[in-house]
């Protein structure tokens, strides 16, 4: 069993920055895919980056390149997700997950809302 636990979400105005972090505990390692997803009301869930199996490749959505980056802390078992020039069109509650053992496994979710 892998357990994902999302802080770090609030409000912020545009051109600001926020840093997810997911905390993960459980039989997870440093191999395991981990990524982070968000969705926005009304869309469905959508990729905004990973690690992939193996650990150390990372993917990015088209609109968040260059503006997030995604990093982990092997030795805490956390990824972070630091976001910046965030816009409106990144509100959305923000999922981390986990591949371990052929299960793909969900946090919360933490809500990030960016606005005026």
């Known amino acids: 069993q892998v357990q994902l636990v999302e802080s770090g979400g609030g409000q912020v105005q545009p051109g600001g920055s926020l840093r997810l972090s997911c905390a993960a505990s459980?039989?997870?390692?440093?191999?395991?895919?981990m990524g982070w997803y968000r969705q926005a009301p009304g869309k469905q869930r959508e990729l905004v980056a990973t690690f992939t199996v193996g650990g150390s490749t990372k993917n990015y959505a088209d609109s968040v390149k260059g503006r997030f980056t995604i990093s982990r802390d092997n030795a805490k078992n956390t990824v972070y997700l630091q976001m910046n020039s965030l816009s409106p069109e990144d509100t959305a509650v923000y999922y981390c997950?986990?591949?371990?053992?052929?299960?793909?496994?969900w946090g919360q979710g933490t809500q990030v809302t960016v606005s005026s």
């Open positions: 997950n986990a591949y371990v053992g052929f299960k793909l496994y």
């Open positions: 459980g039989s997870i390692s440093s191999n395991n895919a």
